[in-house]
């Protein structure tokens, strides 16, 4: 059986003007303005470095730069917004090593899982049309998801008490699963592995066809009863393809990218714009090489994809999915446009799991509850690191990383692309320096 690489868990903006690169050592090159592009760049201190103060724009650069140095990633850049105003932007390292070719403002990334907040914001626009209940039984939408069964640990299948619900679906309770070693996740494995030899082969599994087949293995659990991470998502992109009779990318197209202007996000890269699509990287023990394989049916992106992956397809810039971001922080409006009702948006964003369900999230989701596909804050104190109360966003397998701050009208962004990233330690000492300089009255 094919081994599984998933982690249970516009315009082209030129950089500010009077950039330069620094070199330091092994071939890092990041960019620092000197012109002080953002209003905070220049002023009061974040730490202290060998007794001489350091702004916060220099922390972050200092941040991403180790990170790089120490082949934790190739390279990655960071935003930080808030109250509508740039507080920083920041990066460092390769979007291609052996090119020589460094990240930049519009850098093109795969999201893998930062896809999922975007699917359920497609979800609630349906909603609000009255063309999806959220306790609709998906086999409303998906036959494939009649008569479903659940497979225990041993391997025994009996009947399941019902289809999930759309609900669930969104809350990732409804029983699916990820590829994994357990039954269910073998026979979802066996869906996957059948995906991509069809992608290799230059076919592909349309998206509502590929869920259906994956509707008819059995679930891990009856649907409601735990928190499990899977292919929810991306039954649900199938769900929205059926309910508005478009594609899925046309919707997202249509109802989200073109609204925000979010011209640089789909589920594949033209040939106009492949010069500014980032290599991923594995770690090993010879440090960083080009990774090219596939991961969750995604792994083509020269060509519109048969299969779009509302859990994992979209690629996108720091610059469009800060928009996308802005619009949830600015509860479903962006530049005067309303994307989705500030019900939908608080709908969303409130956690949603029972105290023992929440049991089953991950460690590293200490202080964390789920909403709909993002995490979102409910004790701070468990948080393995500097947080806020009802903070809420997503990562990627390859390192993208959301959080806004809705109670400090505050987002940060980050995008790399390494494998088995998500939220990795140089997004966690990112937050930290923000958070401690904003706690400060700093930004």
Known sequence: MQAFAFVSRRERLPLAPGSTFLRIPFG???????????????????HHKGGHPMSLHDTVTAILAAAVENHECAGANVLIRR?????????AGMANIAQKRPIQRDSIFRLYSQTKPVTAAAVMILVE??????????????????????????????????????MELLGMTAGLCYPDGDPAGQYA??????????????????????????????LSFQPGTHWRYSTCADVLGAVVEVASGMRFGDFLRKEIFEP???????????????ERFVTCYERGENGLTPWLGMNLACGVYDRDPAFESGGAGLVSTLEDYGRFADMMLNRGIWNGKRILSAKSVEFLTTPQLSD???????????????????RVCVDPGQVAGLAMKDEYGWDGWLGSYYANFPNEGMTILSMQNTTNTGTSAMVRKVRNAVLAAMSRGEI
């Open 129 to 166: 049309r009255g063309l999806i209940d959220l306790m609709d039984s998906v086999d409303k939408y998906l036959p494939g998801f009649r008569n479903p069964k659940v497979v225990d640990h041993r391997g025994c299948i009996t009947k399941a008490n019902r289809a999930p619900w759309i």
């Open 83 to 91: 109250h509508g105003e740039e507080v920083l932007y920041t990066q």
């Open 28 to 46: 890092v090159r990041f960019c620092v303005a000197s012109d002080g592009f953002s209003r905070y760049n220049n002023q009061n201190s974040v």
């Open 189 to 218: 494995a066996r869906v996957f592995e059948d995906a991509h030899e069809q992608i290799k082969a230059g076919a592909g599994i349309p998206t509502v066809e590929f869920m259906n087949r994956l509707g008819k293995q059995p």
């Open 260 to 274: 925000l202007g979010m011209v640089d996000t789909a589920f594949f890269v033209p040939e106009s714009k492949v």
């Open 356 to 374: 023992d369900v929440r049991r089953d999230l991950w460690d590293s989701l200490g202080g964390y509850s789920y909403g709909k596909l993002c």
